[in-house]
């Protein structure tokens, strides 16, 4: 018996020796050569390091929040991406293999259990945890003017877990999200359409070879819609991207976070204005020439648009008259409020260089011309404040504007103490290092994290489609339920609305950049599209998501839970159409 042990376990070395010597350049144990005990050890090794991964995700982007040209961008654009590419990377892998058609099951459910987990548990979690009191149907994110501030709370007692008087209230984001979801939803009813009028169903009663035929037969005819879908999915995602990047509203929230910055001391005026002086801009001056050479630039337009809609704020407070100009006691408190801290002789010049008409007053125009002339100059300088003095925004905000206390992110200490134009530097080196150093290790253990997985599926029998349609989510996408849940927490209508626009980016981001590389693969690879039932599922659960978004803009707790039931009841659906229905 001893010896027989010995053999055996000679024989297991021997084979998983055979195997790394195959490719010497893999870093990870085979799980086929691993006993039960090393795959749950390499299991929990493998999680804690995509845990860690995913926290500096989340990290980085928070950072991106201090930034303000960038924080409109990173709910819906920034992780998102960054969160489609380990699932792009599993769909692409699980169908490069010899026996693709089989092995892509594991993409599949990849793909669709990525979706279906960051619409319902992500979601649920989002509201649980950054769920306040709602009074008269809307969420108390502003205390009220006869609240005692020693006392009032968002959520009135810790812990209060209403269903229906407690929730999360979002912007109206969220419900452009959906509408975007449900129209990357497109490609999935292209293929999916003549799927249902070429697959002959069910195939259980077919020989091997009827059904190896019967494939084929099915991937010529889907052969050409799947070419469709990808032309979809890739012009989808360049709209999507556009549309984040380029909107109105993202260049009005770069604005809005711009002035919020510069009100905080987080951000100098020659560091919102970064641009320019990357660029070199030369602004209006006493050659015409350069000034027509701006006028026709567009990025400089946009540029110079984009600033007036941050100076206009600071010139509209003392614009008490209406009258559209100021004079120089209102030019230097303007002065003030943007943190540039100036001698009395250097206010004087800027001033009476703006004052064409030597009136004692300067317009708006006049205003913002020599403010951003000023600031790009290099020859200038524009001392700030050793140490910057945070000023309360609702002074500069609208009633009905303000939520009653700051929404500010938290400056990390270490540069807290740094000047603004420093700050802003630091906050973007440190952000780029945590994202591409967390992306990279997703990427690097996402893979064998999914053989872990597909192995453990086999030795216990189970489907590696269901495999990996609950466990490979956890392993690729922990960053944005990770990054969801910290914005949650801060129980703000911003925070919430970043929270879930980062899920419904995510969802749109499955829906074009990683169907486009399934899609690519079933057409390429000339396989057949064998996922009626999966794809059943991800419909169900998005469009029951926007039913459930767009007719309102506050959830409550027990919506939570409703929409958390859409997780199980995927996986009952899924498995009811393949082993009632037949389908496949």
Same mark, same amino acid.
């Given at each position: 018996?001893?010896?027989?042990?010995?053999?055996?376990?000679?024989?297991?070395?021997?084979?998983?020796?055979?195997?790394?010597?195959?490719?010497?350049?893999?870093?990870?144990?085979?799980?086929?050569?691993?006993?039960?005990?090393?795959?749950?050890?390499? !299991?929990?090794?493998?999680?804690?390091?995509?845990?860690?991964?995913?926290?500096?995700?989340?990290?980085?982007?928070?950072?991106?929040?201090?930034?303000?040209?960038?924080? +409109?961008?990173?709910?819906?654009?920034?992780? +998102?991406?960054?969160?489609?590419?380990?699932?792009?990377?599993?769909?692409?892998?699980?169908?490069?293999?010899?026996?693709?058609?089989?092995?892509?099951?594991?993409?599949? =459910?990849?793909?669709?259990?990525?979706?279906?987990?960051?619409?319902?548990?992500?979601?649920?979690?989002?509201?649980?945890?950054?769920?306040?009191?709602?009074?008269?149907?809307?969420?108390?994110?502003?205390? +009220?003017? $006869?609240?005692?501030?020693?006392?009032?709370?968002?959520?009135?007692?810790?812990?209060?877990?209403? %269903?229906?008087?407690?929730?999360?209230?979002?912007?109206?984001?969220?419900?452009?999200?959906?509408?975007?979801?449900?129209?990357?939803?497109?490609?999935?009813?292209?293929?999916?359409?003549?799927?249902?009028?070429?697959?002959?169903?069910?195939?259980?009663?077919?020989?091997?070879?009827?059904?190896?035929?019967?494939?084929?037969?099915?991937?010529?005819?889907?052969?050409?819609?799947?070419? *469709?879908?990808?032309?979809?999915?890739?012009?989808?995602?360049?709209? /999507?991207?556009?549309?984040?990047?380029?909107?109105?509203?993202?260049?009005?929230?770069?604005?809005?976070? !711009?002035?919020?910055?510069?009100?905080? =001391?987080?951000?100098?005026?020659?560091?919102?204005?970064?641009?320019?002086?990357?660029?070199?801009?030369? %602004?209006?001056?006493?050659?015409?020439?350069?000034?027509?050479?701006?006028?026709?630039?567009?990025?400089?337009?946009?540029?110079?648009?984009?600033?007036?809609?941050?100076?206009?704020?600071?010139?509209?407070?003392?614009?008490?008259?209406?009258?559209?100009?100021?004079?120089?006691?209102?030019?230097?408190?303007?002065?003030?409020?943007?943190?540039?801290?100036?001698?009395?002789?250097?206010?004087?010049?800027?001033?009476?260089? #703006?004052?064409?008409?030597?009136?004692?007053? *300067?317009?708006?125009?006049?205003?913002?011309?020599?403010?951003?002339?000023? #600031?790009?100059?290099?020859?200038?300088?524009?001392?700030?404040?050793?140490? +910057?003095?945070?000023?309360?925004?609702?002074? /500069?905000?609208?009633?009905?504007?303000?939520?009653?206390?700051?929404?500010?992110?938290?400056?990390?200490?270490? %540069?807290?103490?740094?000047?603004?134009?420093?700050?802003?530097?630091?906050?973007?080196?440190?952000?780029?290092?945590?994202?591409?150093?967390?992306?990279?290790?997703? @990427?690097?253990?996402?893979?064998?994290?999914?053989?872990?997985?597909?192995?453990? =599926?086999?030795?216990?029998?189970?489907?590696?489609?269901?495999?990996?349609?609950?466990?490979?989510? @956890?392993?690729?996408?922990?960053?944005?339920?990770?990054?969801? /849940?910290?914005?949650?927490?801060?129980?703000?209508?911003?925070?919430?609305?970043?929270?879930?626009?980062?899920?419904?980016?995510?969802?749109?981001? &499955? &829906?074009?950049?990683?169907?486009?590389?399934?899609?690519?693969?079933? /057409?390429?690879?000339?396989?057949?599209?064998?996922?009626?039932?999966? !794809? @059943?599922?991800?419909?169900?659960?998005?469009?029951?998501?926007?039913?459930?978004?767009?007719?309102?803009?506050?959830?409550?707790?027990?919506?939570?839970?409703? *929409?958390?039931?859409?997780?199980?009841?995927?996986?009952?659906?899924?498995?009811?159409?393949?082993?009632?229905?037949?389908? $496949?």
């Amino acid at each position: 018996m001893s010896m027989g042990a010995v053999d055996v376990a000679s024989i297991c070395l021997n084979a998983a020796a055979d195997k790394a010597a195959e490719d010497p350049t893999n870093a990870f144990p085979d799980p086929a050569n691993c006993n039960m005990a090393q795959i749950l050890f390499l !299991t929990g090794m493998y999680a804690y390091v995509l845990f860690q991964a995913s926290n500096l995700i989340s990290d980085g982007s928070e950072l991106l929040l201090l930034v303000p040209p960038l924080a +409109p961008m990173v709910g819906s654009v920034v992780l +998102p991406v960054l969160g489609a590419v380990p699932d792009g990377m599993m769909v692409l892998f699980s169908g490069l293999g010899p026996d693709a058609q089989n092995q892509v099951s594991v993409g599949v =459910g990849a793909l669709a259990g990525s979706t279906v987990m960051l619409l319902t548990l992500p979601w649920a979690i989002g509201v649980i945890s950054g769920r306040v009191n709602l009074k008269d149907g809307k969420p108390t994110y502003q205390r +009220p003017s $006869d609240a005692d501030p020693r006392t009032w709370d968002k959520l009135t007692h810790p812990g209060n877990f209403s %269903l229906l008087h407690t929730g999360v209230g979002y912007g109206a984001e969220i419900k452009e999200g959906a509408k975007m979801m449900i129209i990357t939803l497109i490609p999935y009813l292209i293929i999916q359409g003549i799927t249902f009028s070429v697959d002959k169903m069910p195939k259980t009663n077919y020989s091997a070879e009827e059904k190896a035929n019967a494939i084929k037969t099915e991937a010529r005819a889907e052969n050409i819609y799947a070419l *469709i879908g990808l032309v979809v999915c890739i012009a989808q995602f360049m709209w /999507y991207m556009m549309k984040q990047i380029g909107s109105g509203n993202v260049d009005n929230n770069i604005a809005e976070n !711009t002035v919020q910055g510069i009100k905080d =001391g987080t951000l100098s005026l020659r560091g919102a204005m970064s641009t320019f002086r990357d660029k070199q801009l030369s %602004l209006p001056t006493n050659c015409k020439s350069d000034l027509n050479a701006a006028l026709m630039d567009k990025t400089t337009m946009d540029e110079i648009r984009r600033m007036c809609k941050v100076l206009a704020p600071f010139f509209a407070k003392y614009d008490v008259n209406g009258d559209g100009t100021c004079d120089f006691e209102e030019f230097r408190m303007i002065l003030k409020d943007l943190g540039e801290n100036l001698s009395r002789q250097a206010q004087e010049a800027i001033f009476r260089g #703006a004052d064409a008409d030597k009136s004692g007053n *300067i317009c708006f125009e006049e205003f913002a011309a020599c403010l951003m002339s000023y #600031a790009v100059d290099p020859s200038r300088d524009l001392k700030e404040h050793d140490k +910057p003095k945070a000023i309360c925004p609702d002074r /500069y905000l609208a009633p009905e504007d303000a939520e009653g206390e700051a929404e500010e992110e938290d400056m990390p200490e270490d %540069l807290a103490a740094l000047s603004p134009a420093e700050q802003q530097r630091r906050i973007k080196m440190r952000s780029a290092y945590q994202m591409s150093l967390g992306t990279l290790l997703v @990427l690097i253990f996402s893979d064998p994290m999914v053989d872990l997985l597909s192995e453990l =599926g086999k030795r216990l029998d189970v489907s590696a489609f269901y495999i990996s349609f609950i466990l490979a989510p @956890l392993a690729s996408n922990a960053s944005e339920l990770v990054a969801g /849940y910290n914005y949650a927490k801060k129980r703000t209508s911003k925070s919430i609305t970043t929270s879930f626009s980062t899920l419904e980016g995510a969802a749109i981001m &499955n &829906n074009t950049f990683c169907l486009g590389i399934f899609l690519a693969l079933v /057409y390429f690879q000339n396989l057949a599209w064998e996922f009626s039932a999966e !794809t @059943l599922c991800i419909l169900f659960v998005q469009i029951a998501l926007v039913c459930s978004v767009l007719p309102r803009s506050v959830h409550c707790v027990l919506d939570a839970f409703v *929409i958390l039931s859409f997780y199980p009841i995927s996986l009952a659906l899924v498995w009811s159409l393949e082993n009632i229905y037949g389908m $496949d």
